[in-house]
């Protein structure tokens, strides 16, 4: 077998990285009884994206890990996306990665070796960008391709970020442009190629620069963006926080296209998921159907959604941009006390 290949028609999922659906499992997770351990940092009582340690004084061990079936047919980029995916779950964390061990899935009676190497090469050359090193990993058979990482990285007991602690007048900070579900919809129907590309592009770029440049500066609340959309991940942050927030979907920054592409209807089956989900979400009449579409688009490997203090918010985007991140804009804001209520105008 050639590698002249549709990696994304062997994805159940459609070639969408979608979590199962927000809080989902959640109610089975809160059935367990987990031990108490002063030393856990961050664990499952929020939805973080990470677990956080504290080994001693000076050092936290954050644990993560993320995996899914193809969103798109080349396979080491597909490599790449899945490890910057994973990797991200640290950064949003505040930490630095420093390991990671493979989880791969794959039919390897059906599909060639050559299309897993280049899978693997794909996580491991992001995971050699991001500073980390490759342990190992377990592989197993299975008729739906699947690639991720398991990650661990440190971050000072002091400096740890959760998604719980953002406070009523913050400002919100995105990282990167949304739209990717939407785009990897529009390539399975060979549609919209420019903003395809520019999916691709920002789906491997690491939040590295970003995860950098918010250490010189107080960052109350962070966390990425991934398959709960933009308004999932806000809607974990703001209930977790006990604030409520507001967006200006005029000031969402978005890849080329996205918009032409969900008014064409190719929305992934997640954002209807999410939106079905987020009862606590209101829309001004004046937002159109295809800008709550993207609110709501599984991303795979988005940006980070940061909750800064208002005196620090122009001063972090201005570093955001010099840095390279030039997506980075202020979206919103946090209004008030409450229990997750979002508003997008």
Same mark, same amino acid.
């Given at each position: 077998?050639?590698?002249?290949?549709?990696?994304?028609?062997?994805?159940?999922?459609?070639?969408?990285?979608?979590?199962?659906?927000?809080?989902?499992?959640?109610?089975?997770?809160?059935?367990?009884?987990?031990?108490?351990?002063?030393?856990?940092? @961050?664990?499952?009582?929020?939805?973080?994206?990470?677990?956080?340690?504290?080994?001693?004084?000076?050092?936290?061990?954050?644990?993560?890990?993320?995996?899914?079936?193809? @969103?798109?047919?080349?396979?080491?980029?597909?490599?790449?996306?899945?490890?910057?995916? *994973?990797?991200?779950?640290?950064?949003?964390?505040?930490?630095?990665?420093?390991?990671?061990?493979?989880?791969?899935?794959?039919?390897?009676?059906?599909?060639?070796?050559?299309?897993?190497?280049?899978?693997?090469?794909?996580?491991?050359?992001?995971?050699?960008?991001?500073?980390?090193?490759?342990?190992?990993?377990?592989?197993?058979?299975?008729?739906?391709?699947?690639?991720?990482? *398991?990650?661990?990285?440190?971050?000072?007991?002091?400096?740890?970020?959760?998604?719980?602690?953002?406070?009523?007048?913050?400002?919100?900070?995105? $990282?990167?442009?949304?739209?990717?579900?939407?785009?990897?919809?529009?390539?399975?129907?060979?549609?919209? *190629?420019?903003?395809?590309?520019?999916?691709?592009? $920002?789906?491997?770029?690491?939040?590295?620069?970003?995860?950098?440049?918010?250490?010189?500066?107080?960052?109350?609340?962070?966390?990425?963006?991934?398959?709960?959309?933009?308004?999932?991940?806000?809607?974990?942050?703001?209930?977790? *926080?006990?604030?409520?927030?507001?967006?200006?979907?005029?000031?969402?920054?978005?890849?080329?296209?996205?918009?032409?592409?969900?008014?064409?209807?190719?929305?992934?089956?997640?954002?209807?998921?999410?939106?079905?989900?987020?009862?606590?979400?209101?829309?001004?009449?004046?937002?159109?159907?295809?800008?709550?579409?993207?609110?709501?688009?599984?991303?795979?490997?988005?940006?980070?959604?940061? $909750?800064?203090?208002?005196?620090?918010?122009?001063?972090?985007?201005?570093?955001?941009?010099?840095?390279?991140?030039?997506?980075?804009?202020?979206?919103?804001?946090?209004?008030?006390?409450?229990?997750?209520?979002?508003?997008?105008?």
């Amino acid at each position: 077998m050639t590698m002249d290949v549709k990696l994304t028609q062997y994805a159940a999922n459609g070639g969408c990285a979608c979590k199962i659906g927000p809080n989902a499992l959640s109610g089975v997770l809160h059935q367990l009884k987990l031990p108490r351990d002063p030393r856990l940092l @961050v664990g499952i009582d929020t939805s973080d994206d990470a677990g956080v340690y504290k080994l001693n004084e000076t050092t936290a061990l954050i644990q993560t890990l993320d995996f899914f079936s193809p @969103v798109v047919d080349d396979p080491y980029l597909f490599g790449q996306i899945a490890a910057a995916n *994973s990797l991200s779950d640290v950064y949003a964390m505040g930490g630095k990665p420093l390991t990671a061990m493979n989880i791969v899935a794959f039919p390897l009676t059906i599909l060639d070796g050559s299309i897993l190497l280049e899978i693997l090469k794909g996580g491991l050359d992001k995971v050699t960008e991001a500073g980390a090193i490759i342990v190992g990993g377990h592989s197993i058979y299975d008729k739906e391709p699947k690639y991720g990482l *398991s990650v661990t990285g440190t971050v000072h007991p002091d400096a740890v970020l959760t998604n719980a602690a953002a406070v009523p007048g913050d400002v919100l900070i995105l $990282s990167k442009s949304l739209g990717t579900g939407i785009l990897a919809t529009a390539a399975r129907a060979e549609l919209f *190629s420019t903003g395809v590309e520019a999916a691709k592009q $920002s789906m491997i770029t690491l939040n590295k620069k970003a995860a950098e440049c918010m250490k010189h500066f107080r960052i109350h609340a962070c966390t990425d963006v991934t398959g709960f959309g933009l308004l999932g991940h806000l809607y974990e942050m703001a209930s977790g *926080s006990g604030v409520q927030a507001e967006i200006n979907s005029l000031a969402l920054p978005l890849l080329p296209e996205a918009l032409e592409a969900a008014a064409m209807g190719l929305v992934p089956a997640g954002a209807y998921s999410n939106r079905d989900y987020l009862k606590s979400v209101r829309f001004s009449s004046s937002v159109p159907e295809n800008m709550q579409d993207l609110c709501f688009d599984p991303q795979t490997s988005g940006g980070l959604l940061m $909750s800064v203090p208002e005196n620090q918010a122009a001063q972090l985007l201005a570093a955001l941009h010099a840095a390279g991140v030039e997506a980075a804009a202020i979206i919103g804001k946090m209004t008030a006390e409450g229990k997750g209520e979002i508003y997008v105008y």
